[in-house]
């Protein structure tokens, strides 16, 4: 069964450093995610990206945030300085329907941000 | 309001027990509805989606009332390995057409041997 695939499934860094968390999505996919799941807490819809572009995003997705599909086959979430609270399961999704029939997500990055 | 709502749990029940879980959406115009499980620190795998005319998978019915904004989901004959959150999630169409998920909190079930 494909799968989304994300790297590296754990990470930890310091309070204002960059991160990249890199997925790769199902091969024939068009709709790709990212959301967000702080521990003890409901998982939360950060941005839709589609047709190489960002489709929407939510409030959580301020301007240190930021989406790429650099080369047709990773999408990327860059986070250019992170606070503690961005500590959470990043989950990648990928889609080849929009939402109408649910997603497929990624295994997670878990980031600790110390 | 919230979104998504549905009852925490925990929700304890013994082998072979049958449990129904419910949750509520806010938006009317919500497209389409799920119930997705997830394990500790595991991702939100999709369990099934939900239609109006109800629909069964094994020992998993999901039901839809549009009129209620009301969605459930019963389990038969609980097995130990059915023990997860449950999560209710929402097609919510934006301002785009590639919608997004709305979830949950989540319904908590323990089945005890």
């Known amino acids: 069964e494909p799968e989304v695939t994300q790297t590296p499934s754990h990470q930890v860094t310091q309070m204002g450093q960059e991160v990249i968390l890199r997925c790769v999505p199902i091969?024939?996919?068009?709709?790709f995610y990212w959301y967000r799941q702080i521990l003890g807490q409901k998982v939360e819809f950060l941005v839709s990206?589609?047709?190489?572009?960002?489709?929407?995003k939510s409030e959580i997705f301020d301007d240190q945030f930021s989406v790429e599909r650099p080369d047709g086959s990773n999408f990327t979430l860059k986070i250019r300085s992170t606070k503690l609270e961005d500590s959470a399961m990043y989950f990648c999704?990928?889609?080849?329907?929009?939402?109408?029939?649910?997603?497929?997500f990624g295994s997670g990055t878990r980031l600790t941000v110390v | 309001r919230k979104e998504v709502e549905q009852d925490p749990g925990p929700f304890n029940v013994p082998e072979g027990a049958t449990v129904a879980f419910n949750c509520t959406y806010s938006n009317s115009a919500s497209q389409s509805f799920f119930w997705y499980r997830q394990d500790c620190r595991k991702e939100p795998k999709l369990l099934m989606s939900v239609y109006s005319s109800g629909n069964e998978d094994g020992r998993f019915t999901a039901q839809l009332n549009r009129a209620s904004q009301y969605i459930s989901l019963l389990i038969r004959d609980s097995k130990l390995s059915d023990s997860a959150t449950y999560l209710c999630?929402?097609?919510?169409?934006?301002?785009?057409?590639?919608?997004?998920?709305?979830f949950g909190q989540g319904t908590t079930l323990q089945v005890k041997p």
């Open positions: 999630v929402v097609n919510m169409r934006g301002s785009s057409n590639t919608g997004k998920l709305i």
């Open positions: 990206f589609y047709n190489n572009e960002i489709s929407e």
């Open positions: 999704a990928s889609s080849d329907t929009g939402a109408l029939y649910g997603y497929t």
């Open positions: 091969s024939n996919h068009l709709y």
